[in-house]
């Protein structure tokens, strides 16, 4: 059994070995695409694959949709290459949190296009995409840093100054290859077009017009580009760039699920690291559960996608949706996790569910501390959501996802995930941010985390993050058993870029360091003082 077009050809054995596969005409669907396109997604990765593809893949088996989507890729060339040696087919493996792994073949990616202006024929067809009248979407799912223009310095990048100095002619950036595409679409009759950002970022239309139109105004100042250009590309009646909120688990693939195909009889589904350090594979492996609510804001129109289960609604609605999601019912709590489980020695998210006193500490993160202040966006209950990633999501014992990975970038999250639910305190007059116990006890732990020492008394390493460079000196020098002080910590506490707060200021550095110090006692201490507030907090 052979994922191409070929190897499709013989359905029975396929069948047989409960994979569900495409029940449309892929070659008509992928001639009319390719004819009259109408979404082109830039970011052909797994959480593409998993979830955008596969909401088409249903409609086009429905007979709602005849088009399928473009895939872009604009980063390896050899994610490309692994996708087109297997005719743009995708392998699907939904794990659901039962024990059942649903099989599905996608096919409803029509083509797939490398982001090069330096390869001809490969930028040609992109163009010839954007100036196709029928083009109502391009997506995008590229991460935060695929939107940056400065450094962590705010210095210009390098490719992105060259774009902005040498104009749209031979573009080196992503974005500046991605503007000069909307470029050839002003300049074939202004057709009108929606870029949709949906990359699991808060505000993600407003991160990519924004970055966009820094591009258009420099090709402007510059003189490569008109002010009506400027215009059509600000003009959300002609380019809108919507606000969306997405949810979904989508790890790297992962051996085991490849081991589920091998056994099927299935070839080729070795994952594999690429020269610049991607994990490709023919197949994704994703949770069931799945969430993307989009600003409705479609200038060329759009395809029916809400009936795949997408969400389309209003800017602030979307807006709640995602603060929701962020600073209360899903990524504190997944922080949370992610930070204890290293330091108590876990690797798997899964098996941190096993751990009466961590589900303890996640639930009064999202229950008792959370729900207080969260705004009901309407379209989805909180306590619905907090439910389903409690009971449903995180034990996912198929779910391969490790504290490890999610504690990535945790300074950069602290200040969103906790911090905006401390101010809302500050700001209610019924609440009191100094009855909060179990996220001054995260805040603790995560200083604890950077000491680089579990509580077992042995050294781990910790994730990447920008800031471990600047922070780690600050706890270095502390050992097992010492005893500090808020004025020893103070550079970290008072650090708004942080926590988004100053914990001194907001009465909170009393007890985080008090947590601190107890925590840091002995070994078995963090253990030990996790169950005490656990204990306190649930009664």
């Keep these: ?121 490969e930028f040609a067809r992109m163009k010839e995409i954007f100036r196709a009248p029928s083009l109502q979407m391009a997506s995008f799912t590229i991460t935060e840093k695929g939107y940056a223009l400065t450094n962590a310095a705010g210095e210009t990048l390098e490719p992105v100054k060259t774009d902005f100095e040498q104009g749209p002619a031979m573009p080196v950036s992503y974005l500046g290859k991605v503007c000069a595409l909307l470029l050839e679409r002003y300049n074939n009759g202004k057709l009108p077009i929606a870029m949709v950002s949906m990359d699991n970022c808060s505000h993600n239309g407003e991160k990519l017009k924004n970055a966009i139109m820094a591009y258009v105004k420099a090709w402007n100042e510059n003189g490569f580009v008109s002010d009506e250009f400027v215009q059509y590309v600000d003009d959300e009646n002609q380019v809108s760039f919507p606000w969306s909120m997405i949810d979904k688990i989508t790890p790297r693939p992962d051996d085991k699920v490849s081991e589920i195909f091998k056994k099927d009889g299935v070839e080729d589904m070795d994952p594999v690291k690429t020269s610049r350090g991607s994990f490709v594979a023919p197949f994704v492996n994703a949770e069931e559960t799945e969430y993307l609510v989009i600003e409705d804001q479609f200038p060329n129109g759009r395809p029916a996608l809400e009936k795949g289960g997408l969400i389309f609604t209003d800017r602030e609605t979307v807006n709640k949706v995602e603060t929701m999601k962020v600073t209360t019912c899903l990524n504190p709590l997944h922080t949370a996790l992610a930070v204890f489980g290293c330091l108590l ?56 996802d490790a504290p490890q990975r999610i504690a990535t970038d945790t300074s950069q999250k602290l200040s969103v995930r906790f911090g905006e639910t401390i101010k809302s305190y500050a700001q209610d007059e019924t609440l009191d941010p100094a009855n909060l116990e179990a996220i001054p006890l995260v805040f603790a732990g995560w200083l604890r985390y950077l000491m680089q020492i579990n509580d077992n008394g042995n050294r781990f390493e910790a994730s990447v993050d920008p800031l471990l460079d600047e922070l780690y000196p600050l706890v270095s020098g502390i050992q097992l058993g010492d005893v500090v002080t808020v004025e020893d910590l103070k550079p970290i506490l008072t650090n708004a870029k942080v926590f988004g707060i100053d914990l001194i200021e907001y009465g909170m550095a009393d007890k985080v360091v008090a947590l601190f110090n107890q925590m840091n006692a002995k070994e078995g201490a ?12 649930s009664k």
């Design 345 to 400: 020695d876990y690797t798997l998210i899964s098996a941190e569910m096993q751990d009466a006193d961590l589900v303890g500490l996640i639930k009064a993160i999202g229950y008792k501390e959370g729900l207080p202040v969260v705004i009901n966006p309407g379209i989805l209950d909180p306590k619905e959501f907090i439910d389903t990633v409690i009971n449903v999501r995180f034990p996912n014992p198929f779910m391969p």
């Design 1 to 121: 059994m052979k994922l191409s077009n070929t190897g499709l050809k013989d359905r029975q054995p396929w069948i047989e070995a409960g994979y569900d596969l495409p029940t449309y005409d892929r070659e008509a669907m992928i001639a009319k695409t390719k004819a009259e396109p109408t979404w082109i997604h830039f970011g052909a990765g797994n959480l593409f694959k998993a979830y955008q593809a596969n909401v088409v893949e249903t409609l086009l088996n429905e007979g709602v949709l005849d088009r399928g989507l473009i895939a872009v890729e604009g980063f390896d060339e050899a994610i490309l290459q692994n996708f087109r040696d297997h005719d743009t087919l995708a392998l699907l493996a939904t794990l659901k949190s039962d024990g059942n792994v649903q099989k599905t073949v996608i096919g409803s990616i029509a083509e797939s296009v490398f982001l090069d202006p330096k390869n001809e024929a």
């Design 526 to 537: 963090i253990r030990s003082t996790l169950h005490e507030v656990v204990e306190k907090v």
